[in-house]
């Protein structure tokens, strides 16, 4: 079959560009147009949240070098957004008025934060993390904050809180959930970072409501309680989640699933012909899981996006990898891979949660459902097989064995 002579993509984050860079490796030849609305050229996640917010570093990690898009001829055309797709003409229209039809469409549109709905939510001082600028104007904002209050107990407002100690800040979390990050963790693996935020100065107002951020036109000057108590406040982050930017493809007409995304099948195809989706927007039917999974996280949207080219060039291969992220806090780092219930599967540690070197497993019928090594780098090759090929495994091994003989 003849190679489509042009391919759109919306979205110029990682896993557009991803698929750009790994269509032209792929050989592929024709027209390939890349829609950004942002004024850089496209980067990774997640250094925003650790080195460009702690101040180690003054740059995103750059998906491929600024002359790379012109070299292999993709038309990347930053500061334009996408306002309308047209289904039955196979064209893509802007906010400029121009127009772009296609063979091939890809949807890579992420995700934006959710905001809060309580009075005071735009007040100058209140902010999101999510985009290059985003960081830098919150590392700004650190740099001459006392107070700081983080809304949200998530992987991003845990890592923006460490940040906020990094730059002498004072901080306090507050989040409905019973402990930081309990709905991937689970209370025991949660109570480590728990612990370790309250080692470096962070206050925590677990369990609590947000009704008011109490300020004016000059700033914030608390944040206001369910209870009616104020914590002083000189920043306000909010780090309560994203929502996948669907507009575009709900507008269009395409299938959108229960979990908000558009879905799409085993192959990252969309209900409309020759139109597919990935990264945050994208409700996947995952083979492994047998039901739909979406994911939030940057390795999804890179691997998604290299996956991708080679179907937008006629094959039909599913996307099978397991989910994958990782974290860097103070002085913890780790990594997490597979899908796992903590409300339900059996939890199993190898080393010590209290030194914070250890290796947590998640079980279910016999088999790693999820595994995650914190400060521990031994075995991240056995981990990947044991959730890859869902190997049949006991716990005496995990805990004390070698892993790299299982299977």
């Known amino acids: 079959m003849a190679q489509p002579r042009r391919i759109v993509i919306i ?64 038309d990347l055309r930053k500061n334009t957004i996408a306002t309308r797709i047209e289904l039955g003409a196979r064209r893509v229209v802007d906010n400029q008025g121009g127009e772009h039809p296609y063979d091939r469409l890809v949807l890579a549109t992420g995700s934006q934060p959710r905001l809060l709905p309580v009075p005071g939510a735009g007040l100058p001082g209140v902010r999101t993390l999510r985009t290059f600028d985003d960081s830098l104007a919150l590392r700004a904002a650190f740099a001459d904050a006392e107070r700081a209050v983080v809304v949200g107990a998530g992987w991003i407002g845990t890592e923006a809180a460490a940040a906020a100690r990094r730059h002498d800040v004072e901080v306090t979390v507050v989040d409905r959930v019973a402990a930081p990050l309990l709905p991937v963790l689970g209370p025991e693996v949660a109570e480590v970072f728990r612990g370790m935020h309250a080692e470096q100065g962070v206050h925590w107002r677990l369990e609590a409501g947000i009704s008011e951020i109490v300020g004016d036109a000059a700033g914030i000057r608390a944040v206001r309680l369910a209870d009616g108590t104020e914590l002083p406040a000189d920043v306000v982050v909010v780090a309560v989640g994203v929502s996948p930017r669907v507009e575009l493809a709900h507008a269009a007409g395409l299938e959108l699933a229960d979990d908000g995304g558009v879905a799409v099948d085993a192959s990252l195809r969309t209900s409309a012909p020759d139109v597919f989706a990935i990264g945050d927007i994208a409700s996947h039917f995952h083979p492994r899981y047998g039901r739909r999974v979406r994911v939030e996280h940057w390795a999804n949207a890179k691997n998604q996006g290299a996956h991708v080219a080679a179907n937008l060039l006629d094959e039909h291969e599913p996307y099978t990898a397991a989910p994958y992220f990782f974290t860097d806090q103070y002085d913890l780092g780790c990594e997490y891979r597979g899908l796992a219930d903590p409300d339900t599967d059996r939890l199993v540690v190898r080393g010590d949660l209290g030194t914070r070197e250890f290796t947590a497993f998640w079980l279910r019928e016999g088999h790693v459902t999820a595994a995650m090594n914190v400060n521990d780098w031994d075995a991240t090759d056995a981990l990947q097989r044991l959730v890859e090929d869902k190997l049949p495994v006991d716990e005496k091994t995990l805990t004390d064995g070698d892993l790299s003989s299982i299977g």
């Open 11 to 74: 979205g110029a984050g990682l896993g557009g560009a991803t698929a750009a860079a790994t269509l032209r490796e792929h050989g592929y030849s024709g027209e390939l147009v890349l829609l950004g609305a942002e004024d850089h050229r496209p980067y990774e996640l997640p250094a925003l949240s650790k080195g460009v917010l702690l101040g180690d570093a003054d740059e995103p990690d750059w998906v491929r070098d600024a002359n790379f898009y012109d070299e292999h001829d993709i």
